[in-house]
């Protein structure tokens, strides 16, 4: 079972690069690192997914360092539309098992992400 | 456009007034999922299913029906609602057997309050 820990909040201000650090000392071999954004009364929306170094889209990117026991989410220059909650799920994609029994994907408490003007 | 629906988007009931929660998604994903929101306890799963009649329990799934007749929709039920369960409800859904890039799609939830 990879638990994750997040710091349940960060505050940036517009413009600024954020980084937010997820670790999951016990992942394993064949799991993979994915990010949700979710904002108040909407459901979660998938930002970014990896499975070792560096993954880059159009939204963020994802660092893994070699142990894979922690990922950071990095947005560049944060707006105020970014004020939301980010999730790091860690689980075997291919078997939808995120640490549960298949099939149960588990959310931990995320991280509140405040952007101030 | 690729989506998962909910309807409806707000309910208000009385206690014990069985309800049925709409889901259904155009994308032929064959995992299908609820969730309940409640704050400071993030989100839940309530029921999933893997594929038609494949349905299986989530964390809390005590007071919840649920079924998978067709591969598009998975109602939820509650046959007699509490106060307990009134909550920020979402539907989710995904392939299955596939390394895809684009995880689990969500609905734009379901308030429901019960009084």
Known sequence: ?117 | EAQVTQNPRYLITVTGKKLTVTCSQNMNHEYMSWYRQDPGLGLRQIYYSMNVEVTDKGDVPEGYKVSRKEKRNFPLILESPSPNQTSLYFCASSRLNNRDSYGYTFGSGTRLTVV
């Open chain 1, 1 to 117: 079972l990879a638990k994750t820990t997040q710091p349940i909040s960060m505050d940036s201000y517009e413009g600024q690069e954020v980084n937010i650090t997820c670790s999951h000392n016990n992942i394993a071999t064949n799991d993979y690192i994915t990010w949700y954004q979710q904002f108040p009364s909407q459901g979660p929306r998938f930002i970014i997914q990896g499975y070792k170094t560096k993954v880059t889209n159009e939204v963020a990117s994802l660092f893994i360092p070699a142990d894979r026991k922690s990922s950071t989410l990095s947005l560049p220059r944060v707006s105020l539309s970014d004020t939301a909650v980010y999730y790091c799920l860690v689980g075997d994609v291919y078997r939808r098992n995120y640490g549960g029994s298949q099939g149960n994907l588990i959310f931990g408490k995320g991280t509140k992400l405040s952007v101030k003007p």
